[in-house]
């Protein structure tokens, strides 16, 4: 997903969701490290996304199931 260079609020806003659960993701790594390897990370996250696409945050769920490709070596 390119950024826009003029985003809409909503563009914003789903951009912030996608943060949060990746930040989320991070912590728990920290926070227990071993927890999650690469492909589980890569799970999680394709998890997320499925999620985020069931309450209706497409945008988001676009953006988490590109970090997940991301993890798994397929940019």
């Known amino acids: 997903m390119t950024l826009d ?3 809409t609020p909503e563009d ?3 951009h ?3 943060e949060a659960i990746l930040l989320g993701l991070l ?3 920290i926070d227990y490290p ?3 390897d690469r492909e589980g990370a890569a799970v999680a996250l394709r998890m997320a996304a499925e999620e ?3 309450q209706g945050d497409y945008r988001a769920s676009v953006l988490l199931e590109e ?3 991301r ?3 397929r940019e």
């Open 5 to 7: 260079p003029s985003p």
């Open 12 to 14: 914003i806003e789903q």
């Open 16 to 18: 912030e969701i996608a």
């Open 27 to 29: 912590e728990s790594v």
């Open 34 to 36: 071993g927890s999650f």
């Open 52 to 54: 985020r696409e069931r």
């Open 67 to 69: 970090w997940a490709e």
């Open 71 to 73: 993890l798994r070596g």
